[in-house]
């Protein structure tokens, strides 16, 4: 049976952990409890109940017999406080009585549970307030929406009937135009104009409210979150002295260009035609996007609200059980009462809450499906398969066994080292390098996951990936086990036949194939091998290359960071593209792509484009939201890209001035990132805090382990060393020992990412976040 206190740690929202009951320290105290004979009076025993009491306690707890008897038994009395802050409420402070009053732990452990009581009191009062405005808020919104669709509609039956209709002219409105609404992606549809005599119903439907003195804050706070979204996008709408702002982020390139050509065509033409909002079906569809992801966010926090409520419940059920068992007292039935009537357990406004968005998002996004929307509100979490783990073992078998044998046949042919065949180690290790590259990359970030599930961070929040759709730490493992199979065994297999001298062209073609087979199955549109996670992958490898383009999120920069650490092996993607497209292999002149400029020229743009793009996404974060910390971040990739530049210029001209200039640039750019890799993206090296030279909240125990990651992080960081000293290892080609440093590049990247979401996770629970912020598209503006 499982302990209640890994139960209670495995259920618990990760993100308010803090906010929980502190049952590991409520449980030390009553230890100590025990161990100092807590509440066993001078003889160290529980005192003896008399005989008539114990036959007749059974009875007094039956209802007809009511309280008799109670009061004269009870050891302690709860008693309420109210305060003068009305977001505190009532507190709770408990008085001992008989012999409870002179012993120190009992006071103490009261004094704690008193503590963590008001504590899940004023937290759970706080969420629930807040998620009662949000759903206050989606509520107008939707009214909004289904408004504005049904006037659209209307529209559109009118203009059905008569093309030349006007409007009526005796309608006062103005639309003023700050920046306008944006162009959807892909829509057939011709714009539709919808007068503002249609737009009057919502705005009757829900009208300005006149700001009152209580709810300034609350509009203030508003007001700065908005200004956290820095768009081009939003058009205020402005009816009988009422104002209403629509606001679409521009997270794409299409929506970000359509309002800049927008912009430019209104100052042109001193702003729109006035009387008609010019909205279509596509704008209405983000809109109605946007409303759909905030029910479900919104429905995901009443349901961890619901999971602290019952978890909670059930904690101090439990440790007054203990209580009673160590002191043997009965303390439960008096304090379970004010726990049961205390705020947390007692209001139920987060329950109709829950009631009412799961009926709204049935009638409005399911079509009064009710399975179809718990598909999106309650996502069915699919089981981990045997199978899976079996084939793992499989596959893992399957390697170690082909590699070997690999590793014997280019022993045997004399393979990879100085004497090896240059043919060889120029056209097909290449191939070998960059899978075994990808693969151990892909490897390491199956351990993140592995290391990540483990010490409960909540890397699928933080990615924001969809629940049913991620992949698992066993179906990383499974890929990387069944690719590295099929790719050593291809390879010992191409080398059997290069070792007995069959050299045609169709043998030298076998790794272009196998690289041209992976690229097939990583965009074939069937769904078989994780079709979600293939394309959802190359949407951020698209979102990456337009990153100044695209809205930046945690899994863009994310994924941009893992590429600057591969750099080699996009290198050999390069070369091994240019020597098949180009026919070379055809002749086996590999050094064609290495005589041609705008190869040379290429090799320069692939050394420094990571960076490059991560450059750029800094760039648009500061953007979109005013830190200046993003451009000194900005600084760290310019001074990257300034070193791989110089050592690519090094590697074709090996001159004492370029030598320089690499030690100078490497060491610059060394510096720059170590400090950010501990200081911003660990935030470890706090000199104030309570952990020195660590950060106030660790998630791993052993404090040492943070210290050896920062000495490892540091000896892998200076992995570039090596191209300036030229180091060998014994007969092994020197591209073996470029490989190995770019493996170490790799391995160090692996290491980093357990921190860096460490870090981030602990952000998100310092702030209490466990669900998304979704924007609302409308807005209401204050008149001027």
């Known amino acids: 049976m499982v302990k209640f206190s890994k139960q209670f740690e495995g259920q618990l929202v990760p993100e308010w952990k803090e906010a929980f009951v502190d049952y590991w320290q409520l449980k030390k105290d009553l230890k100590r409890m025990q161990v100092l004979g807590a509440g066993q009076g001078p003889t160290n025993k529980p005192p003896q109940t008399p005989l008539a009491h114990r036959l007749l306690s059974p009875l007094r707890k039956l209802p007809f017999f009511g309280s008799y008897g109670r009061k004269d038994h009870e050891v302690i009395q709860v008693h309420k406080k109210l305060t003068s802050s009305a977001s505190r409420g009532v507190l709770y402070e408990t008085e001992l009585l008989d012999q409870f009053a002179d012993t120190d732990a009992a006071r103490e452990f009261f004094a704690r549970l008193d503590h963590q009581l008001n504590k899940v009191n004023q937290f759970y009062k706080g969420k629930e307030m807040e998620f009662v405005e949000r759903g206050e808020s989606l509520n107008k919104q939707m009214g909004i929406l289904l408004e504005l669709k049904a006037a659209l509609k209307q529209q559109r039956e009118k203009g059905s009937l008569s093309n030349d209709s006007k409007e009526d002219p005796s309608i006062s409105c103005s639309i003023t135009s700050e920046e306008e609404s944006i162009k959807g992606t892909i829509d057939q549809d011709q714009p539709q104009e919808i007068s503002t005599a249609e737009l009057e119903k919502c ?20 007001r700065r979150e908005e200004g956290k979204l820095r768009s081009l996008s939003g058009r205020v709408i402005d009816c009988q002295g009422k104002n209403l702002k629509i606001n679409i982020p521009l997270t794409t390139p299409s929506r970000t260009i359509s309002a800049l050509a ?31 992801g905030a029910f479900i966010e919104l429905y995901k926090g009443l349901g961890y609200l619901g999971t602290y409520r019952n978890l909670n419940m059930l904690a101090f059920v439990k440790i007054l059980k203990k209580f009673d068992k160590v002191t043997g007292q009965e303390v439960l039935p008096t304090y379970l009462k004010v726990v049961e009537s205390s705020y947390f357990n007692s209001s139920d406004k987060a329950i109709k ?17 009710k399975q179809k929307a718990m598909k999106y509100l309650k996502p069915y979490q699919h089981k981990e398969s045997h199978a899976v783990t079996f084939f793992i073992g499989l596959f893992t078998g399957c390697f170690i066994a082909l590699f070997i044998g690999y590793c014997i046949m280019a022993h045997i042919a004399g393979m990879y080292t100085g004497q090896s065949d240059s043919v060889y180690m120029e056209t097909v290790y290449p191939v070998l390098s960059m899978f075994s590259l990808l693969f151990l990359h892909l490897f390491l970030f199956g351990c993140n996951i592995f290391m990540w599930r483990k010490t409960r961070i909540n890397y699928s929040f933080i990615f924001e990936f969809a629940p049913t759709k991620e992949l698992k730490y066993r179906d990383v493992f499974l890929i990387c086990t069944m690719s590295m199979s099929i790719v050593v065994g291809v ?7 290069t070792a007995r001298g069959h050299s045609s062209t169709k043998i030298q073609a076998i790794p272009g194939i196998l690289l041209l087979m992976f690229l097939v199955v990583l965009v074939c549109p069937f769904n078989v091998v994780y079709r979600s996670s293939r394309y959802h992958f190359l949407k951020v490898i698209r979102n990456i290359i337009l990153s100044p383009l695209y809205k930046v999120v945690m899994v863009d920069f994310f994924m941009a960071d893992q590429l600057c650490s591969q750099v080699p092996m996009l290198r050999s993607l390069e070369y091994v593209a240019c020597y098949y497209i180009t026919g070379s292999y055809k002749t086996q002149d590999y050094g064609f792509c290495m005589r041609t400029k705008h190869y040379r020229d290429l090799a320069y743009a692939v050394s420094f484009l990571p960076y490059y793009w991560r450059a750029m996404q800094c ?8 830190q200046t910390s993003h451009l000194v971040n900005l600084g760290k990739y310019v001074s990257a890209m300034l070193a791989a530049g110089a050592k690519v210029a090094y590697e074709k001209e090996k001159t004492i001035g370029w030598l320089s200039l690499v030690v100078v640039m490497s060491s610059t750019a060394t510096v720059y990132q170590l400090y950010w890799d501990f200081v911003k993206d660990w935030g470890l090296l706090q000199l104030n805090s309570k952990n020195p030279w660590l950060r106030n909240e660790l998630i791993l125990r052993r404090k040492f382990i943070y210290f050896l990651s920062m000495g490892l992080n540091f000896v892998l960081r200076l992995a570039w060393l090596q191209s300036v000293l030229h180091s060998s290892f014994g007969s092994l080609d020197y591209r073996v020992t470029s490989f190995f440093l770019a493996a170490l590049e790799v391995i160090r990247r692996g290491h980093w990412n357990f921190y860096r979401l460490e870090n981030e996770h602990l952000n998100n629970a310092g702030k209490f976040r466990a669900v998304k912020t979704v924007p609302l598209p409308f807005h209401e503006v204050d008149q001027d």
Not at 355 to 360: A, F, S
């Open 203 to 222: 705005e009757v439907q829900f009208p300005v409210s006149p700001q009152r003195p209580d709810d300034s804050g609350k509009l203030e706070k508003a």
């Open 262 to 292: 927008d912009l430019l065509s209104q100052s042109k033409k001193g702003g729109p035609e006035g009387g008609k909002l010019n909205i279509n079906k596509t704008k209405l569809h983000h809109a109605e996007k946007m409303i759909r």
């Open 353 to 369: 809450l829950m009631d009412e968005v799961e009926e709204i998002f049935i009638k409005n996004f399911a079509e009064d499906d």
């Open 491 to 497: 390879m010992f297999a191409h080398l059997s036949l």
């Open 619 to 626: 760039a648009r974060r500061w953007f979109d939201e005013g």
